[in-house]
C-alpha cells in the first residue's frame, strides 16, 4: 500500500475531527447539564442558581458604582454651564464603564463567590459588555444619530442610526457567543463539545452580516458615493461591493471553521479583529472624506454640518447636492486613499490570520508587486497632500492681502514644496528598492560619496545654497520687494534654490546668484522717506511756502488712494542750501512701501500748481542776466555779461559746485 500524501493525511485527520464532532451532538445537551453541576468533574459547592444571584449581586454593585460617576460626571458639567463635546461624552462614558468593573470586582473580592465558574462568567461577562458598549460609543462619537451637529461622518440621519445599529448587532453577535464558549472552557466542557457547539453559534455573526450585504447592497453603494464624492466611474466600481464583500464573509467563515476544528486557540479574538478591521475600512474612508474635500476647498468656505439632515450644508447658505462635483484632484486621491486603506485591510488581515504569499515561485514576484505597489501608493498619497497642503497656504496668505507676513509665506513655501517633494521621492525610492530585496545600504553610502564630490567640485554652487539659506532665516527680502544689489535694481519676481530673479522697470530680468550678494538694499521695508526739492527766487517768502506745502499736504491725506498709503504728510525743511541765483527749499514725507512714486508724482503736480497760483516762480538752473534799462546799451551790456559768463564756465574745473 503507498504512503499517503501530507495533504492526503492533512484531509483525512480534518474529516475524523468532523466525525468525531458530529457524533457528540445527540450528547451536548447532557454533557452541558454535567458541566454546570460538575465543573471540571467535580460537584460543585453552591447550586448553580445561588451562583447567578451572587453573580446578580456583584453586577448591582458596579451598577450602582456607575450611577454614581455618572451623576457626579453630570454635576460637574452643569457647573462647567455648557454642552459637553462628543470626545467628553465618550470620556465620561468611559469614566462610567471603569465605574462599573471596579464595584463588580470590589464586591466580588468581598463576597468570593464559592462556585469555580463564578470568576470566568464575570470576566466574560464583563468582557462581553465593555466591549458591547464601547463599540456603541465609538459609533456614536462617529454617527451622533441624535446629534448632526457633532457627526464625523458625512452621513444622512436615517444613515447614521442603521449605521450604529447594524454594528453594534453584528459585534454582539460575534462577542456574546465567545463569551458563553469562555465560560464553558472554564466550566470543563470537552473539546469536542466546544467546538460542536461553537461552530453553529459563531456562524450568526456571519449570517446576519451576509444578509445586510445583499438587503442593502443599494443603500450603501448610494451612501459611499454621496458621501465619498466620487464620479460615475469610481461609482460604477461601488457596484461590485456585494459580491466582495460576500467572497470575503465567506473565506472569513472558512478559515474560522476550519481553526476551530483544529482547535487553533485565540480563533475568536481573530474573527472579532477581522470583522472590526472590515466595518473600519468603509468608515475610515467616510471619516476622511470631509476633511479631505475642506482640504481641497479654494474657495474658503467650510462644509460645517448644522441641525438639518443633509450631510454638507454650507455654513450659512443652503445644502449642496448629493451629486456635487468636486475637483478632479479630490476625485483622484479619495479613489488612492481607498485603494491604499483596502490594501492595509487585506494586509492587516492576512497578518491577524498569518497568511503568508508561500514560498514558491510566484510568491517572490506576487510580494514584491505588492509592496511596490503600496509604497507607491502611499508615496501618491503623500505627494498629493504635500501640494496640495503648500498651495492651500499660499491661497490662505494670499486672501489675507498684502502684507509682510503673505510676502514671507509666498517666498519660503515654495521652497519649502520643493524641498519636501525632493525628500520624498528620494525615501519613497529607497523603501520601494528596499521592499524589492535592494540593499540600499551601499546606495546610501555611494550617495554620500558622490554627495562629498560633488560638493567639493561645485564650490560656488554650494555657496550659493547656503548664502541664500541665510538671507531666507535673516528675512532680508521677500517676493514683491524692491531691492538694490550693486548696479541692480529690481522687484524681486522668483526664488529659486541657488539664485533670485530680479524684475526691472524697464522689463530687464536679472538672475544674481545668492553667493555673489555682498551687500543687499531692500526699498520695500516698514516706511519710506522722500525728499523733494524746488529752486525759488531768494526773495520769496518762506513763511508762504511753508503755508502751502501743509495745504498740500492735507489734500494729499484727505484723498481716498493716495491718503491709506502716507504715514507722515508733506513738511516743509525751510532752506536746505543757498546758491548764486535760488534758494533750495526742502519738502518730505513718509509713505509706505511701493508706494512712494505714485505720492512723489502727485506732490510735484500739486505743489508746483499751488507756487505758481501764488506767484511763486521756479527758478532753472543758467545765467540770469538783469538789465536795469535796455534803453542804455541794453545790447552791449547783455553782449558783456555772456562772454563775462562763458569765460568763467570755461574757466570754472568740473568737479567744482
Known amino acids: 500500500m503507498e504512503p499517503l500524501s501530507p495533504l492526503e493525511m492533512g484531509l483525512k485527520e480534518y474529516a475524523q475531527r468532523l466525525d468525531a464532532i458530529a457524533a457528540v451532538y445527540p450528547r451536548l445537551p447532557a454533557i452541558l447539564a454535567y458541566s454546570v453541576v460538575h465543573p471540571n468533574g467535580v460537584e460543585a459547592p453552591m447550586a448553580p442558581w445561588r451562583s447567578l444571584v451572587g453573580l446578580a449581586a456583584l453586577f448591582a454593585a458596579g451598577l450602582a458604582m456607575a450611577v454614581s460617576a455618572r451623576r457626579l460626571l453630570r454635576l460637574g458639567a452643569l457647573r462647567l454651564g455648557s454642552a459637553p463635546a462628543p470626545l467628553l461624552r465618550l470620556s465620561a462614558d468611559l469614566a462610567?464603564?471603569?465605574?462599573?468593573?471596579?464595584?463588580?470586582?470590589?464586591?466580588?473580592?468581598?463576597?468570593?463567590?464559592?462556585?469555580?465558574?463564578?470568576?470566568?462568567l464575570l470576566l466574560a461577562t464583563m468582557q462581553v459588555v465593555a466591549t458591547l458598549l464601547l463599540t456603541d460609543r465609538l459609533l456614536r462619537l462617529l454617527t451622533a444619530p441624535a446629534d448632526p451637529a457633532h457627526r464625523l461622518l458625512p452621513l444622512g440621519d436615517a444613515a447614521a442610526r442603521a449605521l450604529q445599529r447594524a454594528a453594534v448587532t453584528a459585534v454582539a453577535l460575534a462577542v456574546v457567543p465567545l463569551g458563553v464558549l469562555d465560560v464553558l472552557r472554564a466550566l470543563g466542557i470537552p473539546h469536542q463539545a466546544d467546538i460542536a457547539l461553537g461552530l453553529p453559534i459563531t456562524a450568526l455573526p456571519f449570517l446576519y452580516l451576509l444578509w445586510l450585504v445583499w438587503s442593502g447592497r443599494s443603500a450603501v453603494a448610494r451612501t459611499l458615493a454621496e458621501g465619498l464624492r466620487l464620479d460615475s466611474r469610481s461609482t460604477a466600481i461601488l457596484s461590485a461591493w456585494p459580491a466582495l464583500g460576500s467572497l470575503y464573509l465567506l473565506w472569513l467563515w472558512t478559515i474560522v471553521t476550519r481553526d476551530a476544528v483544529q482547535m487553533v486557540p485565540g480563533t475568536g479574538l481573530r474573527l472579532l479583529g477581522s470583522l472590526?478591521?472590515?466595518?473600519?475600512?468603509?468608515?475610515?474612508?467616510?471619516?476622511?472624506?470631509?476633511?479631505?474635500?475642506?482640504?481641497?476647498?479654494?474657495?474658503?468656505?467650510?462644509?460645517?454640518?448644522?441641525?438639518?439632515?443633509?450631510?454638507?450644508?454650507?455654513?450659512?447658505?443652503?445644502?449642496?447636492?448629493?451629486?456635487?462635483?468636486?475637483?478632479?484632484?479630490?476625485?483622484?486621491?479619495?479613489?488612492?486613499?481607498?485603494?491604499?486603506?483596502?490594501?492595509?485591510?487585506?494586509?492587516?488581515?492576512?497578518a491577524i490570520w498569518e497568511i503568508g504569499l508561500g514560498s514558491g515561485p510566484a510568491s517572490?514576484?506576487?510580494?514584491?508587486?505588492?509592496?511596490?505597489?503600496?509604497?507607491?501608493?502611499?508615496?501618491?498619497?503623500?505627494?498629493?497632500?504635500?501640494?496640495?497642503?503648500?498651495?492651500?497656504?499660499?491661497?490662505?496668505?494670499?486672501?489675507?492681502?498684502?502684507?509682510?507676513?503673505?510676502?514671507?509665506m509666498a517666498t519660503l513655501l515654495p521652497l519649502l514644496r520643493k524641498a519636501l517633494q525632493v525628500t520624498l521621492v528620494a525615501v519613497v525610492a529607497m523603501v520601494a528598492l528596499s521592499s524589492m530585496g535592494v540593499e540600499i545600504a551601499p546606495l546610501l553610502a555611494g550617495a554620500g560619496v558622490v554627495g562629498i564630490a560633488v560638493g567639493l567640485g561645485a564650490q560656488s554652487i554650494i555657496a550659493d545654497i547656503f548664502a541664500g539659506i541665510f538671507f531666507l532665516l535673516e528675512d532680508a527680502f521677500h517676493v514683491g520687494d524692491y531691492?538694490?544689489?550693486?548696479?541692480?535694481?529690481?522687484?524681486?519676481?522668483?526664488?529659486?534654490?541657488?539664485?533670485?530673479?530680479?524684475?526691472?522697470?524697464?522689463?530687464?530680468?536679472?538672475?544674481?546668484?545668492?553667493?555673489?550678494?555682498?551687500?543687499?538694499?531692500?526699498?520695500?521695508?516698514?516706511?519710506?522717506?522722500?525728499?523733494?526739492?524746488?529752486?525759488?527766487?531768494?526773495?520769496?517768502?518762506?513763511?508762504?511756502?511753508k503755508a502751502l506745502v501743509k495745504q498740500v499736504g492735507k489734500q494729499l491725506a484727505a484723498d481716498p488712494e493716495i491718503g491709506p498709503n502716507i504715514i507722515e504728510p508733506l513738511k516743509s525743511q525751510g532752506v536746505r542750501r543757498v546758491e548764486d541765483d535760488a534758494l533750495i527749499i526742502g519738502?518730505?514725507?513718509?509713505?509706505?512701501?511701493?508706494?512712494?512714486?505714485?505720492?512723489?508724482?502727485?506732490?510735484?503736480?500739486?505743489?508746483?500748481?499751488?507756487?505758481?497760483?501764488?506767484?511763486?516762480?521756479?527758478?532753472?538752473?543758467?545765467?540770469?542776466?538783469?538789465?536795469?534799462?535796455?534803453?542804455?546799451?541794453?545790447?552791449?551790456?547783455?553782449?558783456?555779461?555772456?562772454?563775462?559768463?562763458?569765460?568763467?564756465a570755461i574757466d570754472t574745473p568740473a568737479n567744482s559746485e
Not at 462610567?96 to 470566568?120: C, D, E, K, T, Y
Not at 508706494?595 to 508746483?608: G, H, N, P, T
Not at 545765467?623 to 546799451?633: F, L
Request: proline letters at 7%; a positive charge; aromatic letters at 6%.
Open 483 to 545: 531691492v538694490e544689489i550693486g548696479q541692480l535694481r529690481g522687484t524681486v519676481e522668483g526664488i529659486s534654490l541657488r539664485s533670485l530673479k530680479l524684475r526691472h522697470h524697464r522689463g530687464a530680468v536679472h538672475t544674481v546668484p545668492f553667493g555673489q550678494i555682498k551687500a543687499l538694499t531692500n526699498h520695500s521695508r516698514d516706511w519710506v522717506l522722500m525728499r523733494l526739492e524746488f529752486r525759488v527766487p531768494a526773495h520769496t517768502d518762506l513763511d508762504q511756502v
Open 276 to 350: 472590526l478591521l472590515a466595518l473600519g475600512l468603509p468608515l475610515a474612508a467616510l471619516a476622511l472624506a470631509r476633511p479631505l474635500a475642506r482640504f481641497y476647498r479654494t474657495d474658503g468656505r467650510d462644509d460645517s454640518p448644522d441641525d438639518s439632515p443633509d450631510f454638507m450644508r454650507e455654513e450659512g447658505g443652503e445644502a449642496e447636492p448629493p451629486g456635487a462635483i468636486e475637483p478632479p484632484q479630490v476625485v483622484r486621491l479619495t479613489r488612492a486613499i481607498l485603494l491604499a486603506l483596502v490594501v492595509l485591510a487585506v494586509a492587516g488581515t492576512a
Open 96 to 120: 462610567q464603564m471603569a465605574a462599573f468593573a471596579l464595584g463588580a470586582f470590589l464586591a466580588f473580592a468581598i463576597m468570593r463567590p464559592p462556585h469555580p465558574a463564578v470568576p470566568a
Open 364 to 408: 517572490v514576484p506576487a510580494r514584491l508587486l505588492l509592496n511596490l505597489s503600496v509604497v507607491l501608493l502611499l508615496g501618491y498619497v503623500a505627494w498629493s497632500l504635500v501640494v496640495r497642503g503648500v498651495d492651500r497656504a499660499l491661497d490662505a496668505s494670499r486672501r489675507t492681502g498684502p502684507s509682510t507676513k503673505a510676502q514671507r
Open 587 to 648: 519738502v518730505k514725507f513718509t509713505a509706505k512701501p511701493n508706494e512712494q512714486f505714485v505720492i512723489r508724482r502727485e506732490a510735484y503736480q500739486r505743489l508746483i500748481r499751488s507756487f505758481i497760483e501764488n506767484g511763486i516762480a521756479l527758478v532753472g538752473r543758467g545765467v540770469v542776466v538783469r538789465v536795469e534799462d535796455p534803453r542804455a546799451g541794453g545790447t552791449q551790456a547783455i553782449g558783456l555779461a555772456a562772454a563775462q559768463a562763458l569765460h568763467h
